[in-house]
C-alpha cells in the first residue's frame, strides 16, 4: 500500500519536532517506502493530502494534534465530494489535546500511537460536515471526524489556539484555564436551532456541541454516547444557568456527569442547522472544528454516514 505521511512538527509546542526522529523510524518499519510532507503553516496539511490522494496514495498518515488530523480529513475531501472514497487515514497523536485519540480507547503519547497502529483494522467512520461563514462573511465548508461546536467553546478555542504560556501546560490546562477566563465574560446568546423535522426552538445556548466523537477540549466528555460509526449525530445543548453554576459544574463535563443536570440537553439528529435571532444583537457566534476556529453562525451541520476509512 502506498503511504503519505503528512507531519506538524510545531504541534504540541514543538514536541512533535522532538519525537519526529522516532516517529518516522517506526513508520517506516510499518510502511516502507513510504513518502513525508512536513506542514510549514496551517492549512497546509489539507492541499499536501489532496495532492497526494490525487496521486494514488491509498493510505494517509497524520502526525500531530487534532488540528492536524482534522485538516487531513479535509484533505479527502474536494468540491466533489470524496477525492478517493476507499483510502484509509491513520493517525500519530503527538499534540496537545488528544480528543480524537480518546473515543478509540488509544493511549497518551506516540509509542501506544504506534503500537496500535501495527495491528489496527480499518474501519468505516461518520464525517460531519458543516457550511458556515467565515470571520469575514465568505462561505466556508468544513469536515469533522470528532465534534464541531458553537459559542463559548468557539471563543475558547480562538483563545487557546492563540494561546502560548498556557499551552505550555498541555491541552487540558490550557482549555480548563481559558474556559474558566472566558466564563467570567460570556453571555449566552440566542439562537434558533433546528434539528432534522422534530425541533425548532429560539434557546438561549452557551455550547452547543454537534458530537461524532466524545470527547473535545482537551479531555471533556462532554457527549459521552457518541458513537463515530453510528449514522446519526450527538447534539449536546448547554445553556440557562447562572455563571457560578456553569463554573462549578465544569468539572463533570470530564467524566459526562454533566448530563444529569437540567441546563444540558442530549439529543441526536442528521442535520443541524443554528442561525443568529434579533435578540442575539449582531454578536457573532463563534464555531470550532475538531478544536480549530471555523467560523461563525448561521450553519448546518450535516452527517455522512461511514464517510471515511479509518485505521485506529
Known amino acids: 500500500m502506498s503511504a503519505f505521511v503528512v507531519v506538524n512538527l510545531r504541534s504540541g509546542g514543538g514536541r512533535t519536532a522532538r519525537e519526529w ?3 518516522e523510524k517506526s513508520l517506516k518499519t510499518l510502511y516502507p517506502g513510504m513518502a513525508v510532507a512536513i506542514t510549514g503553516h496551517p492549512g497546509q496539511a489539507t492541499t499536501l493530502v489532496r495532492a497526494a490522494l490525487s496521486e494514488g496514495h491509498e493510505e494517509i498518515i497524520a502526525v500531530g494534534g487534532d488540528g492536524t488530523i482534522n485538516e487531513a480529513v479535509n484533505g479527502f475531501f474536494d468540491a466533489n465530494g ?10 500519530v497523536t ?6 480524537l485519540r480518546k473515543s478509540f480507547g488509544i493511549e497518551a503519547g506516540p509509542e501506544a500511537a504506534l503500537a496500535r497502529l501495527k495491528n489496527a483494522r480499518a474501519r468505516r467512520i461518520d464525517i460531519g460536515r458543516v457550511s458556515c461563514l467565515s ?10 471526524a470528532n465534534i464541531a461546536s458553537i459559542g463559548l467553546s468557539g471563543v475558547i478555542v480562538d483563545k487557546v489556539n492563540r494561546a502560548r504560556i498556557a499551552k505550555l501546560f498541555g491541552g487540558s490546562f490550557a482549555f480548563a484555564f481559558h474556559s474558566a477566563l472566558a466564563m467570567l465574560s460570556y453571555r ?12 425548532d426552538e429560539i434557546t438561549a445556548v452557551s455550547t452547543l456541541a454537534v458530537a461524532n466523537g466524545q470527547y473535545f477540549g482537551g479531555g471533556m466528555r462532554v457527549a459521552p454516547h457518541a458513537q463515530p460509526d453510528d449514522g446519526v449525530f450527538d447534539i449536546i445543548v448547554m445553556g440557562g444557568t447562572t455563571k457560578r453554576k456553569a463554573l462549578a459544574d465544569m468539572k463533570l463535563i470530564y467524566s459526562g456527569e454533566h448530563l444529569k443536570n437540567p441546563a444540558v440537553r442530549e439529543l441526536r439528529g442528521l442535520k443541524v442547522t443554528a442561525a443568529p435571532v434579533a435578540e442575539t444583537g449582531g454578536h457573532p457566534v463563534l464555531i ?3 478544536g480549530e476556529s471555523a467560523g461563525q453562525l448561521p450553519a448546518t451541520f450535516e452527517i455522512l454516514p461511514r464517510a471515511l476509512v479509518l485505521r485506529c
Open 82 to 91: 470524496l477525492i478517493a472514497p476507499d483510502a484509509v487515514l491513520s493517525f
Open 135 to 144: 470571520r469575514q462573511g465568505e462561505p466556508v465548508v468544513r469536515y469533522f
Open 188 to 199: 449566552e446568546r440566542p439562537v434558533r436551532l433546528r434539528i432534522d423535522q422534530h425541533y
Open 21 to 23: 526522529p522516532f516517529i
Open 288 to 290: 470550532e472544528v475538531d
Open 94 to 99: 503527538s499534540g496537545t489535546g488528544g480528543d
